[in-house]
């Protein structure tokens, strides 16, 4: 199977690490930049690996999949779309893409 670039992957493991650089710069959370940070960097080597293999989305599905949960469960008690809704729609759609790759 030949590689191809996941250039959706790491579009959303971008947009994670600035959401988190973003709430260290508005409200000096370091908690926002090393989740964040953290997360957006393993999506980013899932995002490689699945450009490597692209049935190989384990890592990135489990960080997906770990972020709908986690800022859907915030979204749902804040009922504040920006950040948490918008990270838990993206996560959500990241997660349902990996999780076709593996069905295919």
Known sequence: MPASNDIIGYIYAALVITGGL???????????????????????????RASKNPKDVYVALSVA?????????????????MPAGLVAALSLAQSLR?????RA
């Open 65 to 81: 999949v770990l972020l709908t949960v986690l800022m859907g469960s915030r979204f749902a008690r804040s009922g504040k779309f």
């Open 22 to 48: 973003i709430g260290f710069i508005k409200r000096g959370s370091v908690m926002s930049l090393v989740a964040g940070g953290g997360s957006g960097l393993v999506a980013g080597y899932g995002a490689l």
């Open 98 to 102: 990996y999780g076709a790759r593996l």
